[in-house]
């Protein structure tokens, strides 16, 4: 059923002389290009560009579409990466006139209703955060560490501290040391206890004067709140040092319990994840932070600032507001060109007034029984090395498996495709080997979760040289990636 | 309550099969004491009607290009976007997945955005595409970033004054930390100056960043720039507009070893700044220096032709604090855009929409200067923008405009790094090739 002339590289698809966009000709005075822009400025001809016309290109991308998983045709139990249910209601409303065309630079004037959008979505950020000062600058959560550790620099800096190091255990995302050696930090890993949390004595022994920022993901990246967290604040605290939460899993406590409550200094959300930007096939994303107040002058900006304007005289008159775009005193500067992700900022505008104070507990509420009941339904046949609890997500290892029968996470999450399951995260978090991290999310129905605990019964009873072999009925079997790396193609060339 | 599935009574079965009496329960390793125990002060929920009329009433307060008249720029713009190109990135199959890690299951994310890297690299003449970055600010630090690995030099960097200067403030933001210097060459004639620009540079000296055409619409002379950034070993980084290429030279050509872009031209819309598009492209020998996502082409282990995630060694998540960059999630979507975009386009399609751009801002230009007080601020060609100068200070003019249902600007005085004396009295016009001669005729009438 796979139309297979529609997916060839759409090079192969080109004809000369077709096209797929026409644009009116130009109703200004003719003169030739030669007084417009120099000969010598211009290039010799058009880019190269394949030669298509409207419905090749529709079919083309449609089809190749259709080799995809995505939420909104499998379950998708991605662990570390939230993928909900992205509500329809956030494309039609983030593609509203005068929100999808606004430009960046129009006057404040005639911005007042998206300025609205950002100062309140600025305020419950800072509310779920229990961190009052939010800047929405950046773009996706990598930037978001980046940006508060730059924050927390300036901060030291007016202290006249010189403080060199970034802490993380090693259960710590990538992008956490990758973020602290952008910002010119040295990256200090701890080891994490046998259950994989926080080892006070690792912590103890590496703090010191030189220590900035120790940046911890909580609920941890097994999926486990980490219960010593306000100790460790404090040692933290009293080495001098800032205490940075990697908001990836705040799916999890979304009103239950606040970063800045449990000793957070600063934090990013992903908005693409906690509160549905869809994932776009790999973006983009949206990473706002919230810092507490001290902290709060040296945020990137813009920030939206509200200002009540002067009574109309009008007894009993509803208070007017102006929204404005303003730079905090002693700012870091821009870490991006323009205000923010602000599509992605509006549609978790909408998720939040969707749900309401109650429906934001109810998502964590919910994100964390989806997960601890698939977590049951497995865990006697699937080892899952951090017990029988967890918050929403959980992190199985298939190293039993590997040892006695050979069979790999890799194995597991492969063979899953064929039975219509996204897979769940592998080989990551590093500190559990042959680890298959599973997040189901709150917007799963149980009997989604019984098929896929099935499924996985099913395939640890399957023969393993068949798994090593799996996956059998996508599109393409398991590529060869040795042989992409040893002579990299990365792009489409005319045969000669 | 939005969104969950299960009813009461499947939870409580569920909460049984678990162990537990109570959800509750299952939150006790968050101790007592850390609790909330209190709602949170949110506004209060909306159901879908409510909420789109909401939305409806603030989106009104807006001065949408539909009631207005845009001719703002500065490095966002008001471009055409064919409907084929949002038809394509609403597909749930696209806008619902997440990083192609999966392959068997994201050949359809893999090949599109294998042919994006195509399509960049015939765009721009350079060798290498990656799979996009935020947008066009972080996409000039990474490229200076790059650039310091590839030539090992990192106590230097050379930019010019007439790059965007936002994107200086970002680079400016990223430098910070690593006492690396940021000198920047004034270009008070609105183009650089190239002797000027050889004497700035050295052999410490990373890389030179030019952007063309400049932040004030003018075109640079990118050939001699980028020659006196080899002549003492630096790379040149480019930042181009994506749709000039339908008819300037392309980075490739005049010698670019680092290419960048803001690619919102290429079919994103504006919605006030983001999400965006940052392109990043460099020549071969750069290829394992470069940040962020790369597909390759590779077979399967029946031979069949398919994709991956390549050179992941450079990566965050392979590399940890090693790594190339700390990118992880990008703007695939807007990747996605880009790609239907120019398929849709061909060589055809975006030669006419440059065109356009550059007809309609000279004739934009010519009646503008026709009005008293306002002239051009600089003599260099440019293409889809051009700086004035207004006598009577900008302000005056983007209010008389506005007044009218007509938007301009950026005026220079909103940017700390404009570089310009007087800069009140500057305004950036953009032309791009939705404007008509109507449009134009009736905002220089408005400014008379
Ligand atoms: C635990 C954790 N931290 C940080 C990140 C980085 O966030 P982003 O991909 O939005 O940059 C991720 C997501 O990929 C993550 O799972």
């Not at chain 1, 394949?50 to 995505?70: A, D």
């Not at chain 1, 899952?384 to 996470?409: L, W, Y």
């Not at chain 2, 004497?199 to 002379?221: M, R």
């Not at chain 2, 398929?343 to 503008?368: N, Q, V």
């Amino acid at each position: 059923m796979r139309n297979t002339l529609a997916t060839q590289l759409i090079f192969d698809l080109s004809q000369p002389g077709r096209r797929g966009a026409v644009y009116p000709s130009s109703d200004v005075p003719d003169r030739p290009l030669d007084d417009l822009i120099p000969a010598s400025r211009r290039a010799a001809s058009a880019p190269a560009l394949p030669e298509l016309t409207e419905p090749e290109v529709i079919r083309h991308f449609v089809n190749l579409s259709t080799k995809n998983m995505s939420v909104d045709t499998h379950f998708y139990p991605l662990g570390s990466c939230t993928m909900k249910y992205n509500p329809k209601r956030h494309e039609r409303l983030a593609g509203l006139q005068g929100i999808v065309d606004l430009h960046p630079y129009q006057s404040v004037e005639h911005s007042q209703g998206m300025l609205e959008i950002l100062y309140t979505m600025q305020q419950m950020l800072a509310e779920i955060a229990g961190l009052p000062a939010v800047s929405l600058q950046p773009a996706a959560g990598a930037q978001g560490e980046f940006t508060a550790l730059l924050t927390a620099s300036a901060y030291f800096r007016d202290l006249g501290e010189t403080r060199t190091r970034v802490l993380f255990p090693n259960s710590a995302h990538g992008t956490n040391p990758a973020s602290a050696a952008l910002a010119g930090f040295e990256c200090v890993q701890l080891k994490s206890t046998a259950q994989g949390f926080i080892d006070l004595d690792e912590l103890r022994a590496a703090l010191d004067h030189r220590t900035a920022v120790f940046m911890v993901t909580n609920p941890n990246t097994l999926g486990m709140f980490e219960r010593d967290i306000p100790q460790v604040a404090k040692m933290v605290h009293d080495a001098g040092g800032l205490v940075y939460i990697d908001g990836a899993n705040m799916n999890a406590i979304c009103g239950v319990t606040r970063p800045g409550d449990f000793g957070g200094d600063m934090m990013h959300y992903n908005v693409h994840k906690t509160f549905t930007g869809p994932h776009g096939a790999g973006g983009p994303g949206s990473g706002p932070i919230a810092v507490r107040d001290f902290l709060g002058d040296y945020l990137p900006g813009p920030i939206v600032v509200r200002n009540e304007l002067p009574a109309d005289g009008a007894k009993g008159a509803p208070v007017k507001f102006r929204y404005d775009l303003m730079m905090p005193s002693k700012s870091i500067g821009r870490v991006r060109s323009f205000f923010g992700n602000v599509g992605i900022l509006v549609r978790g505008y909408c998720y939040l007034r969707t749900l309401g104070a109650a429906g934001v507990r109810g998502m964590s509420e919910n994100a964390v029984l989806n997960a601890n009941y698939l977590l049951a339904k497995l865990k006697d046949v699937l080892p899952v090395p951090q017990g029988d609890r967890c918050m929403h997500e959980f992190v199985a290892s298939a190293k039993p498996i590997k040892d006695e029968r050979g069979i790999s996470a890799m194995d597991i999450a492969k063979r899953l495709l064929d039975y219509g399951f996204h897979a769940p995260t592998v080989y990551f978090p590093l500190v559990v080997p042959e680890a298959i991290m599973i997040e189901p999310t709150e917007t799963e129905s149980r009997e989604t979760l019984d098929a896929f605990a099935d499924a996985i019964r099913k395939i640890l009873a399957e023969d393993p040289a068949y798994l090593h072999e799996a996956p059998h009925q996508t599109p393409v079997s398991r590529p060869d990636e040795v042989r992409a790396a040893r002579t990299p193609v990365l792009k489409w060339e005319k045969a000669t | 309550m939005a969104y969950l599935y299960n009813t009461p009574q499947q939870q409580r079965e569920m909460l049984q099969t678990i162990g537990v009496d109570s959800i509750d329960e299952l939150f006790d390793q968050i101790p007592a004491g850390l609790r909330l125990g209190r709602p949170l002060d949110l506004p209060p929920a909306l159901t879908e009607i409510e909420l789109e009329s909401h939305l409806r009433e603030l989106g009104a307060k807006n001065g949408s290009p539909l009631q207005r008249v845009c001719f703002l720029g500065g490095g966002s713009y008001d471009h055409f976007i064919p409907a084929a190109v949002d038809a394509i990135a609403s597909r749930s199959e696209f806008y619902t997945a997440y990083t192609p890690y999966q392959a068997e299951a994201s050949q359809g994310t893999l090949q599109a955005f294998f042919e994006y890297q195509s399509l960049i690299c015939q765009l721009t003449g350079m060798d290498v595409s990656n799979a996009s970055l935020y947008e066009g600010g972080t996409a000039v630090s990474e490229a200076v970033f790059m650039a310091m690995r590839a030539t090992d030099r990192h106590g230097k960097v050379v930019l010019l004054g007439s790059v965007h200067p936002e994107y200086r403030e970002v680079c400016e933001t990223y430098l910070r930390q690593i006492n690396c210097e940021l000198v920047v060459v004034p270009t008070p004639e609105g183009v650089a100056d190239v002797a000027a620009v050889r004497k700035a540079v050295d052999d410490q000296t990373a890389c030179l960043v030019i952007q063309q055409p400049n932040f004030f619409g003018c075109l640079e002379q990118t050939q001699e720039l980028v020659a006196a950034a080899h002549a003492v070993g630096a790379l040149a980084v480019v930042s181009f507009d994506p749709i000039s290429l339908g008819l300037l030279s392309r980075p490739g050509e005049y010698g670019a070893d680092i290419a960048v872009a803001e690619g919102q031209s290429l079919g994103t819309p504006m919605q006030y700044g983001g999400p965006y598009l940052g392109i990043l492209t460099c020549r071969q020998e750069f290829v394992r220096k470069m940040p962020g996502r790369l597909i390759g082409e590779t077979v399967d282990r029946a031979g069949r032709r398919c994709y991956v995630l390549n050179l992941q060694a450079r990566e965050q998540h392979i590399r940890r604090e090693k790594a190339t960059s700390n990118i992880c999630t990008n703007q695939g979507l807007m990747a996605l855009r880009a790609t239907v975009y120019l398929s849709l386009l061909g060589p055809a399609g975006l030669r006419e929409a440059a065109e356009l751009c550059t007809r309609k801002a000279h004739y934009a230009a010519d009646r503008l200067t026709s009005v008293s007080g306002i002239e051009l601020a600089f003599r260099a060609p440019f293409f889809k923008e051009f700086t004035l100068r207004c006598r009577h200070g900008a302000d005056r003019v983007v209010a008389q405009a506005g007044a009218a249902g007509f938007d301009l600007g950026p005026g220079l005085a909103r940017f700390r790094r404009a570089g310009l004396d007087a800069a009140n009295e500057y305004l950036v016009v953009a032309v791009t090739e939705k404007r008509t001669r109507a449009e134009i005729d009736a905002l220089v009438a408005a400014l008379r």
